[in-house]
């Protein structure tokens, strides 16, 4: 067992907890993550792209070859740690939540891309 599969293991099951999660409690996330819905529409959205995308970008990396979706889904993370770091500065949101996003993607980013 490669020394790095481990970690690369936690990072994709932290994936799929995360959209496990918000699948199933979509109107727990909103404490977390700042999202306001009014109706069933944003519950739906938060389901779909919060639950469903992260449980699919997580089955791909546990299901098909690791050599290529660990690298891509660390990719993606990493991706989103940079949109969400200039965000935070544009936008004025550098709070607790958001910098806890960004730490967990830049980890998860580099342990799957490593």
Do not use: C, H
């Not at 977390?32 to 069933?40: H, P």
């Not at 791909?60 to 940079?82: C, E, H, K, N, S």
């Not at 200039?86 to 342990?111: A, P, T």
């Amino acid at each position: 067992m490669d020394i790095l599969t481990v970690p690369q293991l936690i990072a994709v099951m932290g994936t799929f907890a995360t959209g496990f999660y918000a699948l199933f409690w979509p109107k727990a996330v909103k404490g977390f993550t700042g999202l306001r819905f009014d109706d069933g529409r944003g519950v739906t959205e938060i389901r779909a792209v919060m639950g469903g995308f992260f449980i699919g970008l997580a089955g791909a990396a546990f299901f098909l070859d690791q050599r290529v979706t660990y690298p891509m889904l660390g990719i993606t993370y990493l991706a989103v740690a940079a949109v969400r770091l200039v965000s935070m500065f544009v936008d004025d949101s550098v709070v607790k939540s958001n910098i806890i996003s960004l730490v967990v993607e830049i980890i998860f980013g580099v342990v799957l891309v490593l």
